[in-house]
């Protein structure tokens, strides 16, 4: 059964620092990455979408990589600001072995303060 | 502008009394999918569909219904509510692929908060 980890679960900040948010999984058989950001009580806006046979994607500040063979993807801000302040979710389509789908296994979130 | 939609987006109800979230996409998307997501347990699946009238279970699918009659609309019943059902529920859609080995990027609505007295 896939299982996705987030760590840390939360991490404070202070503003203009560079960071990385780390997300694991255990069944490299998927077929991309995905990375979500949720604002308190709202929905999640996507971020970042890295195929399998990617290695990383970039949208500004934010660039994501993934390591299929050691199950893991990283989330890179650069100078990161009060804005940034969120929960962000990384997400994996349930792996090709366990039959495929579009079903997302999320990770819990890494919830980010960035203080001014 | 592409995007999911969910009625209503705050919801008070009392238990037994039948209730319906709306979710409706605009993208023409094929997949859609219901989650719930609770403090410590993350977001799960409760059903999607692959299209209109093709639906299925997901990891959590007790006590709710969907029905798939239009692509764009993909309705969550809760037939009986109960307490154990509240939480914040959200819909999403995707384009499939036809037998294809990639997935698309998926995309959710703003999220329903249920609270079932």
């Known amino acids: 059964k896939q299982e996705v980890t987030q760590i840390p679960a939360a991490l404070s900040v202070p503003e203009g620092e560079n960071l990385v948010l780390n997300c694991s999984f255990t069944?490299?058989?998927?077929?991309?990455l995905q990375w979500f950001r949720q604002d308190p009580g709202k929905g999640l806006t996507s971020l970042l979408l890295i195929q399998s046979s990617q290695r990383e994607q970039t949208s500004g500040r934010l660039n994501a990589s993934l390591d299929k063979s050691s199950g893991r993807s990283t989330l890179y801000i650069a100078a990161s600001q009060p804005g940034d302040s969120a929960t962000y979710l990384c997400a994996v389509p349930q792996p090709v072995t366990q039959g495929g789908s579009e079903k997302l296994v999320f990770g819990k979130g890494t919830k980010l303060t960035v203080n001014p | 502008e592409a995007q999911v939609t969910q009625n209503p987006r705050y919801l008070i109800t009392v238990t037994g009394k039948k209730l319906t979230v709306t979710c409706s996409q605009n993208m023409n998307h094929e997949y859609m999918s219901w989650y719930r997501q609770d403090p410590g347990l993350g977001l799960r699946q409760i059903y999607y569909?692959?299209?209109?009238?093709?639906?299925d279970k997901g990891d959590v699918p007790e006590g709710y219904k969907v029905s798939r009659k239009e692509k764009r609309n993909f309705p969550l019943i809760l037939e009986s509510p109960s307490p154990n059902q509240t939480s914040l529920y959200f819909c999403a859609s995707s384009p499939r692929l036809a037998g294809g080995l990639t997935r698309n990027e998926q995309f959710f609505g703003p999220g329903t908060r249920l609270t079932v007295l």
């Open positions: 569909s692959m299209n209109v009238e093709v639906t």
């Open positions: 069944d490299s058989a998927i077929y991309n």
